[in-house]
């Protein structure tokens, strides 16, 4: 089956500075990503849906200054932390949708985020 | 409002012994219905996935069931494994996927 792939999948930065997650669908071209974070024992809350080549759709209440969305290319979509807080810490999960995965949406591994 | 309810919250059953998850939905125009596992700390895995004409359909020892006209889903797990330890997520797309609404999921326990 389509992999996504998401990296890095722990990472630990300090308070103020900013962090790049990148999320890459390995075998298909995807045309929408979405960006979600889930606090642990909760469910997925989704943050903002990509297309390729156009502005993220931010959902109410994420801030797209602090949560900064790329989707350049058919293969690649990255989410920027930016002046990270402790409260960002959580786990970041990307999924990808595109030719030739049918109706199946494909989830990455998720990335831990610990802002110290 | 789209909206997908998942019942129970939680659920704790023996090895071995079958189960079955509730999902209902609001979503519409309906489009598909998927049933996801994650695993604590990892990403969600897809089990099935149901458009409007399917009634069931299986994945090993998950089977899915879909009525569309009370919209409603089960996922059934037969002879629960360990491994199976688990939030199960439902999610429902409307036509055109402008929208897939997430269900809060139910996390499975499965004790020895």
């Known amino acids: 089956g389509a992999v996504v792939s998401q990296h890095p999948s722990r990472v630990i930065c300090k308070s103020g500075t900013s962090v790049k997650i990148e999320c890459r669908s390995l075998d298909f071209q995807a045309t929408t990503m979405f960006w979600y974070r889930q606090f642990p024992k909760q469910s997925l809350m989704l943050m903002a849906t990509?297309?390729?080549?156009?502005?993220?759709?931010?959902e109410q209440g994420v801030e797209k200054d602090k949560f900064l969305i790329n989707h350049a290319s058919l293969t690649l979509s990255t989410l920027t932390v930016t002046s990270a807080h402790p409260e960002d810490s959580s786990f970041y999960i990307c999924?990808?949708?595109?030719?030739?995965?049918?109706?199946?949406?494909?989830f990455g591994e998720g990335s831990w985020l610990t802002v110290v | 409002k789209n909206q997908v309810e998942q019942s129970p919250q939680s659920l704790i059953i023996l090895e071995g012994k079958n189960c079955t998850l509730q999902?209902?939905?609001?979503?519409?125009?309906?489009?598909?219905l998927r049933w996801y596992k994650q695993d604590t700390g990892r990403g969600p895995v897809s089990l099935t996935i149901m458009t409007f004409s399917e009634n069931t359909k299986s994945n090993g020892r998950y089977t899915a069931t879909l009525d569309a006209d009370t919209k409603q889903s089960s996922l059934h797990i037969t002879a629960s494994q360990l491994s199976d330890s688990a939030s199960y997520i439902c999610v429902v797309s409307a036509i055109g996927d402008d929208k897939i609404i997430f269900g809060k999921g139910t996390r499975l326990h499965i004790l020895p």
């Open positions: 999902c209902n939905y609001t979503v519409s125009p309906f489009s598909n």
């Open positions: 990509s297309n390729e080549g156009s502005k993220a759709t931010y």
């Open positions: 999924s990808a949708r595109g030719q030739g995965t049918g109706n199946t949406i494909y």
